[in-house]
C-alpha cells in the first residue's frame, strides 16, 4: 500500500511534532521525510531548518540517548557506541555522549550488575562462574578492563 505524499508544509509540520515529542537522531527524521514523500532537497532544507530552529540536535540527542540507556537498561559504553552507530551518529557526538556519562555511577553499576548475575549463579563455582559472569558483561556492553578486576574480587569472596 503506497503512502500518500505529503506537501511540504504539512510535512514540516508533522516532522516537528515528531522532533518535540522526543531528542531524535538526524538519520531517524531524514527517513521520515522520504516516507512522506519528500525528495532529498526537500528533505536537506527541512532538516537544515529544523536544526537551526534547535528542533534537531544531534549532540543532545546522543547524550540523552546515552544516559537514558545506561540508567534505564543498564548499557555498557561499548553496546551504546554501536547503537549510535547503527543510528548515524557521527563519532564526535558518540564521544561526547560517552564522555557525560558519570564514571563513579557507570563503575558503580558494573559492580552491581556484576554481582546480581554472580549471586544467580548458585550451583556454579569457579572458572564456570566467572566465565558466564563475564559473557553477561561482554553481552551488556561493558569494557573487558573493567570486568576483569570486578570478577577476580567476586572470586576471592567465594
Not at 549532540?59 to 540517548?65: T, V, Y
Request: charged share 35%.
Amino acid at each position: 500500500m503506497e503512502k500518500k505524499r505529503l506537501g511540504k508544509e504539512q510535512a514540516r509540520l508533522s516532522i516537528r511534532r515528531f522532533c518535540a515529542y522526543q531528542e531524535r537522531a538526524q538519520q531517524e527524521v531524514r527517513d521520515k521525510l522520504y516516507e512522506y514523500g519528500m525528495t532529498k532537497d526537500e528533505v536537506e532544507e527541512i532538516l537544515s531548518d529544523l536544526i537551526s530552529e534547535n528542533f534537531l540536535n544531534e549532540e543532545r540527542f546522543a547524550i540523552q540517548f546515552a544516559g537514558g540507556h545506561f540508567r534505564i537498561k543498564g548499557w555498557g559504553k561499548v553496546k551504546i557506541n554501536h547503537a549510535l552507530k547503527q543510528k548515524r551518529v557521527s563519532a564526535y557526538n558518540i564521544k561526547k555522549a560517552l564522555q557525560s556519562i558519570d564514571l563513579d555511577a557507570y563503575e558503580k553499576t558494573l559492580e552491581t550488575l556484576a554481582t546480581k548475575k554472580w549471586n544467580t549463579l548458585k550451583g556454579e563455582r569457579g572458572l564456570s562462574k566467572m566465565a558466564k559472569t563475564q559473557a553477561f558483561l561482554y553481552q551488556r556492553g561493558f569494557e573487558p578492563q573493567l570486568i576483569q578486576p570486578i570478577l577476580q574480587k567476586l572470586n576471592k569472596k567465594a
